[in-house]
Nanobody
Framework: QVHLVESGGGLVQAGGSLRLSCAAS????????MGWYRQAPGSQRELVAR???????NYADSVKGRFTISRDNAKNTMSLQMNSLNPEDTAVYFC???????????????WGQGTQVTVSS
């Protein structure tokens, strides 16, 4: 199993910034990609940003230019720097990893418990 722990959520005014972090731990494994998803009340979970093992990134249109995803492959950690936050960013943010036990092995998804981000106006 791969265990994920998020941190860094909180309450911030519109225009402010937050930095979320995710740490992956467990037995030795290979991570193919890591990402952040968010879910607002009454809404479906949506992709915010993802980063692959080679550093390729993609972002939701709504956060491009404001959020930056990064990872440390050696430490199996990932961060999301969120700037110019607005109330529409309010949601529970979840860390996700796509991983396998070995190269060419079966692939799995693991999820963190979520961290609340609330942006007030």
């Amino acid at each position: 199993q791969v265990h994920l722990v998020e941190s860094g959520g909180g309450l911030v005014q519109a225009g402010g910034s937050l930095r979320l972090s995710c740490a992956a731990s467990g037995s030795i494994f290979t991570i193919y990609s890591m990402g952040w998803y968010r879910q607002a009340p009454g809404s479906q979970r949506e992709l915010v940003a993802r980063i692959t093992s080679d550093g390729s990134t993609n972002y939701a249109d709504s956060v491009k230019g404001r959020f930056t995803i990064s990872r440390d492959n050696a430490k199996n950690t990932m961060s999301l720097q969120m700037n110019s936050l607005n109330p529409e960013d309010t949601a529970v943010y979840f860390c996700n990893v796509r991983w396998s036990r070995t190269t060419r092995g079966n692939e799995y998804d693991s999820w963190g418990q979520g961290t609340q981000v609330t942006v007030s106006s």
